[in-house]
């Protein structure tokens, strides 16, 4: 299980969105004894290289297992709201270390589809 600064992360992947659409990074953080869905669409640099920054959406996995989904409570949708959370910090925290273990993975698999490890 890889590690980041603050918790662990239990899952990642990159995900294109469409042919052309911006691709993403989705990982499920183990935080503050919370599962987390971390969405992160990564910047890029001048050169087409992805950096850090962009932006980071975060949900509770419990609460939208539950179908809240929602930021703020709405009277219509009784235990809604409250799960929202900060998407800079989560950046922060765990950018890197998803990526990096985004590439991991990849270079595990296509070494087992090479024939490189039993």
């Known amino acids: ?16 969105n469409g ?5 993403f990074y989705v990982a499920l953080v ?4 919370r599962r987390m869905l971390v969405v992160h669409f990564p910047s890029e640099d001048e050169d087409g290289e992805v ?7 975060v949900l509770d996995t419990l609460k939208l297992a539950a179908g809240n989904i929602y ?6 949708v009784p235990g809604s709201g409250d799960n929202a959370w900060r998407g800079d910090q989560y950046e922060r925290r765990y950018a890197k270390a998803i990526i990096a273990k985004v590439a991991e993975d990849r270079e ?7 024939g490189e490890v039993d």
Do not use: C, E, N, S
């Not at 595990?108 to 589809?113: D, E, I, M, P, V």
């Open 51 to 57: 950096g850090h920054g962009g932006y980071t959406a």
């Open 108 to 114: 595990a698999t296509l070494a087992r589809w090479r």
């Open 30 to 33: 183990q935080d503050q004894g």
């Open 19 to 23: 042919v052309g659409g911006a691709g």
């Open 71 to 76: 930021m703020h409570p709405r009277p219509d």
């Open 1 to 16: 299980m890889a590690r980041a600064r603050d918790g662990d992360i239990l899952a990642a992947d990159y995900h294109r």
